[in-house]
């Protein structure tokens, strides 16, 4: 008895050595645990501070984009608004000069002149209306400066125009080529087209098919032109103008005389071409 109660003691002391063991060696590994989840919690709260800091620059240099550009549109809107002026006291002046010039060649040519310089203006104005964007409505831009024209041209005579457009939108490299030739072909047909007082019309179309290649014409019903007619050896600086102008923005010229003179331009209005041209 004295033998089996010393075993069953000993046995006793084991299972709570054992036990003691068990709960050391699970304190252990808990107090691991804890360490590691510590660890991760600070790597955590790291991590937290960073995106913070990161959202705080990524917003600071957002603020600084927006006053970047919106500086840049301011620049770009004085820029576009101060040429548009530059340009319409030049043609104030020259106006002013071909009214004092007695020569009638030299007046005329000067009032051609003005009214080219008149068209650039023209379509500065429509970039600084346009919140400082580098393109423009080009078939606005068209039915403005026709009535102009008709304003200066047709002032006592039975010529209307006909002014037929798309909403085209086309860059300002070659929106200033195109209304130059605009100016040349509408101005030319007021003082040609029909001589001795005649009545007549004179049509303006621009149109843009769906793959983005854009048609202008002007033509009319007049007198046509003289036959054997040389662009290139014209008295008239405006003729010669366009077939350089049209080549600029790599648009193919077309010439048709058959019951009066109908002008017309086929290019691409898209920025890879005007990339390409350049």
């Known amino acids: 008895m004295v033998y089996q109660s010393d075993c069953a003691e000993t046995v006793n002391c084991v299972e709570l050595s054992k036990s003691g063991n068990d709960m050391s060696r699970r304190e ?148 200033i080529p195109c209304g130059l030739i605009v100016n040349e072909l509408v101005s030319n047909a007021f003082k040609y087209a029909y001589p001795s007082g005649q009545g007549g019309e004179i049509r303006v179309n621009l149109a843009e098919d769906p793959a983005g290649r854009i048609t202008l014409s002007i033509s009319d019903h007049g007198v046509g032109l003289p036959a054997g007619f040389d662009w290139s050896n014209s008295h008239s600086m405006g003729l010669p103008l366009v077939e350089p102008l049209a080549r600029q923005i790599g648009a193919t010229l077309t010439v048709n005389q058959q019951g009066g003179t109908s002008v017309s331009i086929a290019f691409d209005g898209s920025d890879r071409a005007l990339a390409a041209s350049s």
């Open 28 to 175: 252990a590994e808990l107090s691991a645990k804890v360490a590691e989840l510590r660890v991760a919690l600070e790597d955590l709260e790291s991590l937290k501070i960073r995106y913070f800091n990161f959202c705080h620059q990524s917003e600071q240099q957002e603020a600084q984009w927006s006053r970047m550009l919106a500086e840049k549109d301011i620049a770009m809107k004085e820029m576009y608004h101060r040429i548009k002026n530059n340009l319409q006291l030049i043609s104030s002046l020259m106006r002013m000069q071909a009214e004092l010039v007695t020569e009638r060649h030299a007046s005329a040519a000067l009032t051609d002149c003005q009214q080219r310089i008149r068209s650039m203006a023209l379509i500065h104005e429509h970039l600084y209306g346009n919140g400082c964007n580098d393109e423009i409505n080009f078939g606005q831009f068209t039915r403005s400066l026709v009535g102009e024209l008709s304003s200066s041209y047709a002032v006592g005579t039975q010529i209307r125009c006909a002014v037929n457009t798309n909403p085209v939108t086309l860059h300002a490299e070659k929106a």
